[in-house]
């Protein structure tokens, strides 16, 4: 194992059973609606960021760009998404939620933002202060690893 395994081991551990807890915690939401993991998080992506493209979505997400249509695909068609052409660039598909997934991820959001709210309010300052830290530090390791997947997935002849 290598000299930060017990860490990278903890980083799966504590930011999995967040997600899961906050998930049981606010309950409802895409979760209850039977969409994968993938599909709520693009749902909630489009939520927040409408007019985004599916190319975009496919990198914030860190899809390839035939996995984001299919997905794309199965939600418009399951009534959630709509999908429109750009006015400026007719290959580029433009994404927004149906009136009532945007119910649904509004009430999501603000489920999951009450719930955090509250648990937040019983932390100590400096317990703020760390987590505001760290999360400083997973917005790094994010764009770290985003960078690492963009030379892995750029063709060699483009490396050099």
Do not use: C, W, Y
């Not at 290598?2 to 915690?25: E, K, T």
């Not at 509004?106 to 830290?133: C, G, H, M, N």
């Not at 892995?152 to 050099?160: I, Y």
Request: hydrophobic share 40%.
């Amino acid at each position: 194992m290598d000299a930060h395994g017990d860490l990278i081991s903890d980083l799966f551990s504590v930011v999995g059973r967040f997600r899961r807890q906050l998930r049981r915690s606010t309950g409802g939401g895409f979760d209850a609606a039977g969409l994968t993991q993938s599909q709520a998080e693009l749902v909630r992506l489009v939520g927040r960021r409408p007019g985004i493209s599916v190319r975009e979505a496919a990198a914030e997400l860190s899809l390839v760009p035939n996995t984001a249509s299919t997905l794309v695909s199965r939600l418009v068609n399951d009534g959630l998404l709509i999908r429109t052409v750009d006015d400026a660039d007719r290959r580029v598909g433009r994404l927004a939620l149906t009136e009532s997934a945007q119910r649904i991820a509004d009430e999501s959001r603000a489920a999951r933002r009450a719930a955090l709210s509250a648990v937040l309010t019983k932390l100590e300052p400096d317990q703020i202060a760390a987590l505001a830290k760290g999360l400083d530090v997973l917005s790094e390791l994010t764009r770290l690893l985003h960078e690492e997947a963009e030379l892995r997935d750029t063709p060699e002849e483009v490396k050099v």
